[in-house]
């Protein structure tokens, strides 16, 4: 994973804030057939692991960020934790039944993670991958993006999607779209707990707060305690490892 893969503790509380969960349906469908404990590689604050969860599958939820997991611990308690890479996870061979990334796949080596995800996975283990992409056929939505630009993932789905590396053969997909209420401060929080904010300059992350706020007050439902419609369209991905790899 990348330096900025690993910027995201700085700015924990916002992302658990102010980043989307997953929709049941994406996660379930990543999921079908999984019998056995799931690993989330790349877990952040435990958003793609509270879905997990919520389809009863036991989960361990790997970060190389102490700060992340030290919040999703204090958000997903029934979670266990273990720090580690996609690259060099600290799991055991044929260990469990699913490796799934939220939002991270596109910070890791491809085919050392590919390799390391199809040996902690067992035979016929599934590798899901699943991002949430903000929908901007929405005029405020589109507004917001020429603000904030587009991040590494955004741009790699508009590029036709991830790849995986052996010994994963195709990848199989599924979309689905859905609504969550913003507020002005959950929208604030959601921008800065994006990498290219955390680690950027302090004169850009002031000039780009100014360009937010000016949004905000000029788009109905955001102005004081309001809630706006914040719409996305989940991309996710599968693939399984081979019985004989």
Avoid: C
């Avoid at 699943?130 to 508009?158: F, Q, Y």
């Avoid at 921008?191 to 905000?216: F, K, N, Q």
Wanted: no cysteine; proline share 6%.
């Amino acid at each position: 994973m990348t330096d900025r893969s690993t910027s995201f503790g700085r700015a924990a509380a916002d992302y658990a804030r102010g980043r989307p969960g997953y929709p049941d349906d994406a996660v379930a469908w990543m999921l079908d057939g999984v019998a056995g404990r799931v690993a989330d590689v790349g877990a952040g604050t435990g958003k793609l692991t509270a879905a997990v969860l919520r389809t009863r599958h036991d989960v361990v939820a790997v970060d190389p960020d102490p700060v992340m997991l030290a919040t999703l611990e204090a958000h997903v308690p029934r979670a266990a934790v273990a720090l580690g890479r996609a690259e060099e996870l600290p799991l055991a061979d044929a260990s469990v039944a699913a490796v799934v990334l939220g939002q991270a796949w596109h910070w890791v080596d491809v085919d050392t993670a590919s390799a390391e995800a199809a040996r902690v996975l067992a035979p016929g283990g599934t590798l899901g991958l699943v991002w949430n992409i903000r929908d901007e056929r929405d005029p405020w939505m589109a507004s917001l993006s020429r603000i904030i630009g587009h991040s590494t993932a955004e741009r790699l789905i508009a590029d036709g999607g991830p790849r995986v590396g052996a010994p994963f053969g195709r990848l199989e997909t599924y979309e689905t779209s859905w609504t969550l209420p913003a507020s002005a401060s959950s929208l604030r929080a959601l921008v800065h707990s994006r990498s290219a904010y955390i680690t950027a300059g302090e004169a850009y992350r002031r000039d780009l707060d100014a360009a937010l706020d000016s949004l905000i007050a000029r788009t109905p439902g955001l102005d004081g305690d309001g809630l706006l419609p914040l719409r996305y369209v989940t991309h996710a991905y599968r693939a399984l490892v081979p019985r004989d790899a």
